[in-house]
């Protein structure tokens, strides 16, 4: 295109098959990109849907195995919901932030604040199943990092991706969950602008940028479940999603 | 690349002077995009900074010309913030959604939840002036698109991205605070899964994303204060900002 802009691309790695417990992700991974006549180079970042990595791990539970509990069937009534999906969420969740008008936001166990503790039935084989947040999800962003060195002697960075809400503003934004091999957060707080002004407070949160980036050539369905990303200057570093969690004592919005 | 894989590209508007009030912004984003090399496409997105657009808005107000009310001298103790710049704030704010720890979150009155209502003195060349937000960032996405259109005969649509907090979640990112020729949400809820679930509850925020995956492009001067994104597939359509704002009666984080 031109030599002097600074330029990014996302390519969506399309061609993996339905994925199941056991596989071997980041081979997979590594196949689909090579299918598509692509090589990882250094500085590339991975990012994968969470269903994905769930369902490798063995985190889609059929709901057979869920026996609600008195409390999931109380309050399977009031949020309208199938109890034992409730009962999924309530083993999931450590603190529940809201139930109100048949939503119900949870903290999970990691920290994260989004609906259902996570919990979610969508692109799964097993109609009568539920997926789970990955146990540890930035494990498995360097579990896959790990097999991309292993398998094609490059280190990348890698993102686990999923799809939350957010308060104020309608629709949903992908962000990320797992973090490995890059500083999820950009500091510019050093930093000065063209004026000679320091730039306060301006910390960005690029992992979640580009989880959000990502999402644009995901779509929805599981056809595209990992995207490359490439040209993002990052700064690299054993990077945890836990940095991208606000301390409660910092939140105003608990 | 690839033939077959999804591809989408970012491409950082570098060259861009200093933006002046009443500068054709349009005009100089069709010309730094010509000395890079850069035709515009149908269907290209082109995402601006809100600074920008605020300079060349004439909503640049030097702090002489903000007298403090006496609430914005109570508020300014408080606050531990200039008095002239709260008293901007107030005047931009239509409601205080939080004011602890230093921090005051406010509703502009578009209907954006963000910090000091907008108000910001990063990047000004006038070390004592402060940046409002565009009176109607709607239509000055729109003033852009219609420029390109006039100047180039091509039909891109048009943001405008803020840098904005979020509750819960560490680090700021860019929103769209101004949308123009793309629907800004992508509602996959009529849509089925790849096991014929359908996806229910699943609308993203696609000018969210984009304005986002932008700013991993732009950095945090304003040396990149536009990016040209290619390859995404939108729903035209006059979109407003509007529409990537939840309605009171469905907030439960008001």
């Known amino acids: 295109m031109s030599g002097k802009a600074p330029e990014l691309s996302l390519i969506g790695l399309t061609g993996l098959p339905e994925i199941r417990q056991g596989d071997d992700l980041g081979?997979?991974?590594?196949?689909?990109?090579?299918?598509?006549?692509?090589?990882?180079?250094?500085?590339?970042?991975?990012?994968?849907?969470?269903?994905?990595?769930?369902?490798?791990?063995?985190?889609?539970?059929?709901?057979?195995?869920a026996t609600p509990s008195p409390l999931a069937r109380s309050w399977a009534v009031l949020l309208d919901k199938d109890p034992r999906l409730v009962e999924?969420?309530?083993?999931?969740?450590?603190?529940?932030?809201?139930?109100?008008?048949?939503?119900?936001?949870?903290e999970t166990r990691h920290g994260f604040i989004c609906a259902n503790a996570g919990v979610d039935r969508s692109n799964l084989p097993d109609q009568d199943a539920a997926a789970l947040l990955p146990l540890d999800p930035d494990g498995s962003a360097k579990a896959i990092r790990d097999r991309i060195l292993a398998?094609?002697?490059?280190?990348?960075?890698?993102?686990?991706?999923?799809?939350?809400?957010?308060?104020?503003?309608?629709?949903?934004?992908?962000?990320?969950?797992?973090?490995?091999?890059?500083?999820?957060?950009?500091?510019?707080?050093?930093?000065?602008?063209?004026?000679?002004?320091r730039l306060q407070a301006t910390i960005i949160a690029a992992a979640d940028e580009l989880a959000a980036a990502a999402e644009l050539v995901m779509g929805?369905?599981?056809?595209?479940?990992?995207?490359?990303?490439?040209?993002?200057?990052?700064?690299?570093?054993?990077?945890?999603?836990?940095?991208?969690?606000?301390?409660p004592e910092k939140d105003l919005f608990r």
Do not use: H
Request: aromatic share 6%; with cysteine; glycine share 10%.
């Open 220 to 247: 929805k369905t599981e056809r595209i479940p990992a995207v490359l990303i490439r040209g993002y200057q990052y700064e690299k570093g054993e990077g945890w999603t836990s940095m991208l969690l606000r301390p």
């Open 27 to 65: 081979a997979l991974i590594v196949e689909a990109a090579s299918s598509l006549g692509l090589e990882f180079r250094p500085g590339d970042i991975l990012v994968v849907t969470q269903k994905v990595v769930s369902k490798a791990e063995g985190r889609v539970i059929p709901l057979r195995d």
């Open 151 to 197: 398998l094609c002697g490059i280190e990348v960075a890698a993102l686990i991706s999923d799809t939350f809400g957010r308060p104020w503003r309608e629709g949903l934004t992908n962000v990320a969950i797992g973090v490995s091999g890059l500083l999820p957060m950009k500091d510019y707080s050093a930093a000065v602008d063209d004026f000679g002004r």
């Open 88 to 106: 999924l969420i309530l083993r999931e969740a450590k603190r529940i932030v809201r139930m109100d008008r048949g939503i119900l936001i949870a």
